[in-house]
Antibody, heavy 119, light 109 residues
Framework: EVQLVESGGGLVQPGGSLRLSCVAS????????MNWVRQAPGKGLEWISH????????YYADSVKGRFTISRDNAKNSLTLQVNSLRADDTGVYYC????????????WGQGTLVTVSS | SYVLTQPPSVSVAPGQTARITCGGN??????VHWYQQKPGQAPVLVVY???DRPSAIPERFSGSNSGDTATLTISRVEAGDEADYFC????????????FGGGTKLTVL
């Protein structure tokens, strides 16, 4: 059974930082590209970052570029999102998501970790 | 930039057929994927590549894509189908490479 378990969310002041983690199990992690998708309270889904299997290709949405850093450790089956310079509009649930074989969609999602940016 | 447009809400009686649309310019040229999200839960992929279903998804869920509109069809709707549904495409011309529609709330009357 595929499992993606996120952690690291919490309450942080504007301008602060967090390190979000996602631990994968039930599949060969190193064979799949991974992503982070977030959802503001009561809003829709927003893709924010992608990392390829070998970390050679990384993409960010403009809304987080320069502030967020995605990385992965295939030996530890883990995905990380370092989030810096947080703003109120970064508040939401952050999901890690495994891409499908053709890389155009997300075939598995974690349960999410909540990030709240507030003073 | 590319935009996906979904109706905010769709209502249907149990046992009837629900159709949720996703509009986009020449969307037929793209592969459209659909996710179901129940309150407090993570999204679940229900249709990919316009009309394929993951093995765990009931046959009642189907998809189509033509012209400027993709459609998720849920036949014989059940109370448990009440959820938010999001369409999604991959588009290299937009900032958000993996682009989602705004979502549709399906209400089972």
């Amino acid at each position: 059974e595929v499992q993606l378990v996120e952690s690291g969310g919490g309450l942080v002041q504007p301008g602060g930082s967090l390190r979000l983690s996602c631990v994968a199990s039930g599949f060969s992690f190193s064979n799949y590209a991974m992503n982070w998708v977030r959802q503001a309270p009561g809003k829709g889904l927003e893709w924010i970052s992608h990392i390829s299997t070998s970390s050679s290709t990384i993409y960010y949405a403009d809304s987080v570029k320069g502030r967020f850093t995605i990385s992965r450790d295939n030996a530890k089956n883990s995905l990380t999102l370092q989030v810096n310079s947080l703003r109120a509009d970064d508040t939401g649930v952050y999901y890690c998501a495994r891409e499908g074989p053709r890389a155009e969609y997300f075939q598995d999602w974690g349960q999410g970790t909540l990030v709240t940016v507030s003073s | 930039s590319y935009v996906l447009t979904q109706p905010p809400s769709v209502s249907v009686a149990p046992g009837q057929t629900a159709r949720i649309t996703c509009g986009g310019n020449k969307i037929r040229s793209k592969n459209v994927h659909w996710y179901q999200q129940k309150p407090g839960q993570a999204p679940v992929l229900v249709v990919y590549n316009d009309s394929d279903r993951p093995s765990a998804i009931p046959e009642r869920f189907s998809g189509s894509n033509s012209g400027d509109t993709a459609t998720l069809t849920i036949s014989r709707v059940e109370a448990g189908d009440e959820a938010d549904y999001f369409c999604q495409v991959w588009d290299s011309t937009t900032d958000h490479l993996w682009l989602f529609g705004g979502g549709t709330k399906l209400t089972v009357l």
